[in-house]
């Protein structure tokens, strides 16, 4: 099979590389569903569970409208003073979720944590605290828990401008912390997609 074949396998990655060698490289690493599943079911109960927590949280979520006048983008372009219809159904994905899940344990066991009585809610608001994170560096990269450095769990677009891409930020950015307000939990109140222009100069 060739890897300039449009249906390669390989594409369906979250990598900005393109190039052939690249690809050739990417063969090997296209999924880790074996290791996933079989990591999911040696999660501890309470994990599984917050695990399903999170997604029935992101999948009931109303749709939002994200006000964007306040960073000054319609000055540039009038597409931006119209608040931005948002669901969180679809810019929260479950794979996100599922690695979020797997970190959030490891993280408890580097700290001794696990034995603190956490509740299943409790992790289901660390795992959507940590997906914050990757917004606050600005960059939205994360590594697949299972598969290398080069491939995101935020799909990402080359062709989307700095303003786009910050609008994309802010939309799963109000999201999470929607979701996070569902479980009466605290997160930041600053902006946090807003440092990519700060990232970028």
């Given at each position: 099979?060739?890897v300039n074949n449009s249906h390669c396998i390989s594409r369906t990655?979250?990598?900005?590389e393109n190039d052939e060698e690249q690809a050739k490289k990417r063969?090997?690493?296209?999924?880790?569903?074996?290791?996933?599943i079989c990591l999911m079911k040696s999660l501890p109960n309470k994990?599984?569970?917050?695990?399903?927590?999170?997604?029935?949280?992101?999948?009931?979520?109303?749709?939002?409208?994200?006000?964007?006048?306040?960073?000054?983008?319609?000055?540039?372009?009038?597409?931006?003073?119209?608040?931005?219809?948002?669901?969180?159904?679809?810019?929260?994905?479950?794979?996100?979720?599922?690695?979020?899940?797997?970190?959030?344990?490891?993280?408890?066991?580097?700290?001794?944590?696990?034995?603190?009585?956490?509740?299943?809610?409790?992790?289901?608001?660390?795992?959507?605290?940590?997906?914050?994170?990757?917004?606050?560096?600005?960059?939205?990269?994360?590594?697949?828990?299972?598969?290398?450095?080069?491939?995101?769990?935020?799909?990402?677009?080359?062709?989307?401008?700095?303003?786009?891409?910050?609008?994309?930020?802010?939309?799963?950015?109000?999201?999470?912390?929607?979701?996070?307000?569902?479980?009466?939990?605290?997160?930041?109140?600053?902006?946090?997609?807003?440092?990519?222009?700060?990232?970028?100069?």
């Open positions: 099979m060739s990655c979250n990598t900005e063969m090997l690493r296209i999924s880790a569903a074996p290791a996933e994990f599984r569970q917050a695990y399903v927590l999170a997604k029935i949280l992101k999948n009931v979520c109303p749709e939002i409208d994200v006000e964007t006048k306040q960073y000054g983008l319609e000055k540039m372009d009038m597409e931006y003073a119209r608040p931005r219809r948002t669901k969180p159904s679809e810019l929260l994905k479950s794979y996100m979720l599922k690695n979020s899940v797997f970190y959030v344990l490891d993280e408890l066991k580097r700290k001794n944590q696990l034995e603190d009585g956490l509740d299943i809610s409790d992790i289901a608001i660390k795992m959507y605290n940590f997906l914050l994170r990757f917004i606050d560096g600005g960059q939205m990269h994360m590594r697949p828990y299972f598969l290398s450095s080069d491939i995101n769990v935020f799909e990402k677009s080359r062709e989307l401008s700095l303003n786009k891409t910050f609008i994309f930020h802010l939309q799963r950015e109000f999201s999470m912390k929607l979701v996070l307000g569902i479980l009466n939990a605290q997160f930041p109140r600053e902006c946090l997609a807003a440092k990519i222009f700060k990232s970028s100069n």
